[in-house]
T-cell receptor, first 108, second 112 residues
């Protein structure tokens, strides 16, 4: 099956810093989503981005499907950005495969 | 617009028992998928239902089963619970297959 690799696994930042999270996938995908998992376990939708670039406030994402990767940018990070960020890809098999996540810690 | 609703939120069961979890998708969504999240295995796909039919199944034993009703609500059942079934079970709904998925708050199952 498809492999999804996220990097880095852990990231520690000072408040106000910028960061880039990466998601590599091993095969063609129908679409790709980025999520933020809150402390209670719920996955919050950040981006639905099969290709191209999208922006939402301090967050933006870019997916280059032909090169099989996606990037999530967080600018001017805040302590509330802390948590685990997941990338999930949907394949022709009709299921989502998640990466192992990046754990982000933003220090005040 | 209501989100995805999972019930119950927390559950404690004894080894050997069975459990049923429920998921009500966003109104109008016809696809429901289930995932298991554990610290060791991460987020793993269990199964996907669309129009009351199981369309896809992950690599889980037959003790894990599910169904979808005509109103798109879905249930998953785990029989003969094992300690290793302790996990957060997440349900996602989407308008159609392979469209944007929205997750519920999850059911945290503890098997003792």
């Amino acid at each position: 099956g498809i492999q999804v690799e996220q990097s880095p696994p852990d990231l520690i930042l000072q408040e106000g810093a910028n960061s880039t999270l990466r998601c590599n996938f091993s095969d063609s995908v129908n679409n790709l989503q980025w999520f933020h998992q809150n402390p209670w376990g719920q996955l919050i939708n950040l981006f639905y981005i099969p290709s191209g670039t999208k922006q939402n406030g301090r967050l933006s994402a870019t997916t280059v499907a032909t090169e099989r990767y996606s990037l999530l940018y967080i600018s001017s990070s805040q302590t509330t950005d802390s948590g685990v960020y997941f990338c999930a890809v949907h394949t022709n098999a009709g299921k989502s495969t998640f990466g192992d996540g990046t754990t982000l810690t933003v220090k005040p | 617009k209501a989100g995805v609703t999972q019930t119950p939120r927390y559950l404690i069961k004894t080894r050997g028992q069975q459990v049923t979890l429920s998921c009500s998708p966003i109104s109008g969504h016809r696809s429901v998928s289930w995932y298991q999240q554990t610290p060791g295995q991460g987020l793993q796909f269990l199964f996907e239902y669309f129009s009351e039919t199981q369309r896809n199944k992950g690599n889980f034993p037959g003790r894990f089963s599910g169904r979808q009703f005509s109103n798109s609500r879905s249930e998953m059942n785990v029989s003969t619970l094992e300690l290793g079934d302790s996990a957060l079970y997440l349900c996602a709904s989407s308008l159609a297959r392979d469209t944007e998925a929205f997750f519920g708050q999850g059911t945290r199952l503890t098997v003792v």
